[in-house]
């Protein structure tokens, strides 16, 4: 186990402004603009909101970073309203203007699906480095959509997606029906390349994923278990979402106690 590193955020606004500064410290090292991972989800959204509140306030350190994309649906046609290209767009892209050509993204209306995964996997090879993967934490353990199943050393590839992750995801467009039932993601071996990844949980119902993450054996059944071995990890979680694994960690150390 390398060493992980946990921050208590006292609720999910406190959540935003942790998450928001461990972001501006990254672009602040970083001489050109860095390459950036963002994910979809109501975990990032307050994180979102505070970070385009901060450069419409006059920080423009914000809005100098290439984002990389983790993961889109299939069969949507460009610009789709529901598809993450849109929606990361609207949340936090066009408020910080990040330029076109500073967004690599999937085609969610490809017609030759294996080409466009080995095209972001080349992307991501010319680019020579991810220097910050920000991702969230499914319900089962899936990140981005590599869900349970997905081989560790996975690339960037075509997913089925669960219906339990259909389901979450039906949150936001009404009914699971609008939901595609397929998508594409970085795999988990291509989130490894990340210099440095940031965890971030909100909540009660990730409490017990939360736990498993750290303290079950790594094995694909459980994809965000990769975390485990991976460098430089932070985790940014609320008080909910640590309710499981806080008396397995040093909280004042910020250190898992296991090694
Ligand atoms: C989706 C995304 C993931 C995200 C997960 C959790 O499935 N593909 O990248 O981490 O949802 O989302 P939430 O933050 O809404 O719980």
Redesign the pocket.
């Known amino acids: 186990m390398k060493n992980i590193t946990f921050i208590k955020a006292k609720n999910a606004d406190d959540l935003a402004v942790l998450s928001a500064d461990f972001f501006l410290n990254t672009l602040k090292s970083s001489n050109s603009p860095p390459t950036i991972i963002l994910?979809?989800?109501?975990?990032?959204?307050g994180f979102y909101k505070e970070v385009t509140t901060r450069y419409k306030n006059g920080d423009k350190n914000y809005g100098n970073f290439k984002y990389l994309a983790?993961?889109e649906y299939l069969g949507l046609p460009e610009g789709d309203r529901r598809s993450?290209a849109s929606w990361l767009s609207r949340e936090i892209l066009d408020p910080l203007e990040i330029p076109k050509e500073f967004r690599l993204t999937f085609a969610s209306s490809t017609k030759n699906i294996p080409e466009e995964c080995a095209r972001m996997e080349k992307t991501i090879t010319d680019i020579g480095s991810i220097d910050l993967a920000i991702?969230?934490?499914?319900?089962n353990g899936?990140?981005?959509?590599n869900e349970p199943g997905s081989p560790l050393d996975s690339v960037t590839r075509k997913i089925e997606?669960t219906p339990e992750?259909r389901q979450?995801?039906a949150?936001y467009w009404g009914s699971i029906d609008q939901v595609p039932e397929s998508?594409v993601?970085l795999g988990i071996g291509t989130l490894k390349k990340a210099k440095q990844t940031l965890l971030?949980v909100?909540?009660k119902?990730?409490a017990e994923i939360l736990k498993k993450t750290f303290f079950s054996p790594i094995s694909s059944d459980i994809p965000s278990t990769y975390l485990q071995k991976q460098e430089n990890v932070t985790v940014i979680a609320d008080a909910e979402a640590l309710l499981e694994i806080e008396s397995l960690i040093d909280i004042n150390q910020c250190k898992l106690k296991r090694a």
């Open positions: 994910p979809t989800g109501f975990t990032p959204l983790l993961d993450f991702i969230g934490l499914g319900g899936h990140v981005g959509f997606l992750t979450a995801n949150e998508a993601t971030i909100l909540g119902s990730k």
